[in-house]
């Protein structure tokens, strides 16, 4: 069955910097793959989405990246901010209307 | 978009009692989805509900411990039976785009359950 592997540690770094998220799946190439945010106490958000045909997708400071050969996506904060501190989880589909999540990784911006 | 929320949002129970846990949208949506979250651990899907018709409940979920309704197309209840602390997580609702286009999700804000 497919498994997403998102890094359990946490990412600390300094305002300003970018901040930068991998997510890795074990099996298929989905036809998209999504990155949510989650704060404490709050359900998830969603933030892109980037197809299988896709290489890149911005959206204002985020930028995220796929590749079908790597079974990676790398998800990017530019010029992050402590407001960005959050968990960061990543999604697949698993055709038809299933999506599966990632346990996502803490993101600390230190001021 | 999409505004769910969801009731109680938090709650502590003994074990062997059962909880309902609602969830409204803010609009007609087809599909509607329960997870459950655990402490550090990812969301994992309990069942879909679709109005109409009985939840497709996944590996590991069986209706007996978790009924499902669906009585419109903005509203449904989970009911956790028979609890125990293995219980004990937040139950998320969730509703895929209101456009019915299956490319994001919308959560509400989860229901934190306690079973001592």
């Known amino acids: 069955s497919q498994k997403i592997e998102q890094n359990s540690e946490a990412l600390n770094i300094q305002e300003g910097k970018t901040a930068t998220l991998t997510c890795n799946y074990t099996?298929?190439?989905?036809?998209?793959l999504q990155w949510y945010r989650q704060d404490p106490g709050r359900g998830p958000v969603f933030l892109l989405l980037?197809?299988?045909?896709?290489k890149e997708k911005r959206k204002e400071r985020l930028k995220v990246t796929f590749d079908t050969t790597l079974k990676q996506s790398l998800f990017h904060i530019t010029a992050s901010q402590p407001a960005d501190s959050a968990t960061y989880l990543c999604a697949l589909d698993t055709g038809g209307f299933k999506t599966i999540f990632g346990a996502g990784t803490r993101l600390f911006v230190k001021a | 978009s999409a505004v769910i929320s969801q009731k109680p949002s938090r709650d502590i129970c003994q074990r062997g009692t059962s909880l309902t846990i609602q969830c409204q949208v803010d609009s007609q949506v087809t599909m509607m989805f329960w997870y459950r979250q655990q402490p550090g651990q990812s969301l994992t899907l309990i069942a879909t509900?679709?109005?109409?018709?009985?939840?497709?409940?996944e590996s590991g979920f069986v209706i007996d411990k978790f009924p499902i309704s669906r009585p419109n197309l903005t509203f449904s209840t989970l009911t956790v039976s028979n609890m125990s602390p293995e219980d004990s997580s937040i139950y998320l609702c969730s509703v895929e785009s209101p456009r019915g286009a299956a490319d994001e999700q919308f959560f509400g804000p989860g229901t934190r359950l306690t079973v001592l």
């Open positions: 509900a679709n109005q109409g018709s009985e939840a497709t409940y």
């Open positions: 099996n298929y190439s989905p036809a998209y």
């Open positions: 980037i197809r299988e045909n896709e």
